[in-house]
C-alpha cells in the first residue's frame, strides 16, 4: 500500500493538496518546497512536470513552467531533487503533467524512477483512459503508481 493509498484511507474529508512546479521559483527549490510544504500541514502534494507548451493551463501555470524551464529543469533534474528526501519525506505525492515528456523520458523508466524517490500517483490529463489502460496500465500497476 502506498502512502496515498494510505492517506485516503485514514482521512476521508478535508485534504489539503498543493501544487507546484518543479524547477520553480528556482532550480534547485523543489525540495525545499516538499519540505515545507509536508512541515505546513499539506496532507498531499501535486508536483508540476515543466512543459514548454501547457496550453490546457492558465497564465500563471504557463508563467511557471517557462520560469523552470529557463531554469535549466528537467525530469531528470526534478527525479534527482527528489531522491535527496524521498526518505525524509512521509507526505503522499503526485507527479502531474502533460504525456509527451513522460513518454520522451521512457515510460518504464518514469514509472521506475516514481517508486524509487516516492511518487505515488500521476495525473497526465492528456493520457485518453483507453490508451493508458490498453498500452501503459500494466506498467504503472508494475511499479504500483496510481494512475489519476
Do not use: W
Not at 74 to 91: A, G, H, P, R, Y
Amino acid at each position: 500500500m502506498n502512502k496515498l493509498d494510505i492517506l485516503l484511507k485514514q482521512k476521508h474529508e478535508k485534504i489539503l493538496s498543493v501544487y507546484f512546479t518543479a524547477g520553480y521559483p528556482e532550480l534547485n527549490s523543489t525540495t525545499k518546497i516538499v519540505e515545507e510544504l509536508g512541515n505546513s500541514g499539506a496532507d498531499l502534494i501535486e508536483i508540476g512536470i515543466p512543459f514548454s507548451d501547457p496550453v490546457a493551463d492558465g497564465p500563471v501555470i504557463q508563467f511557471s513552467n517557462n520560469t523552470a524551464i529557463e531554469n535549466g529543469i528537467t525530469l531528470e533534474l526534478i527525479f534527482s531533487q527528489l531522491d535527496k528526501i524521498s526518505i525524509k519525506s512521509k507526505i503522499p505525492k503526485i507527479m502531474m503533467g502533460y504525456f509527451n515528456p513522460v513518454l520522451q523520458f521512457g515510460i518504464e523508466r518514469f514509472c521506475e524512477k516514481c517508486a524509487k524517490v516516492g511518487i505515488d500517483g500521476v495525473i497526465i490529463p492528456d493520457l485518453p483512459l483507453a490508451e493508458y489502460q490498453s498500452q501503459y496500465q500494466k506498467i504503472f500497476k508494475r511499479y504500483g503508481i496510481h494512475f489519476i
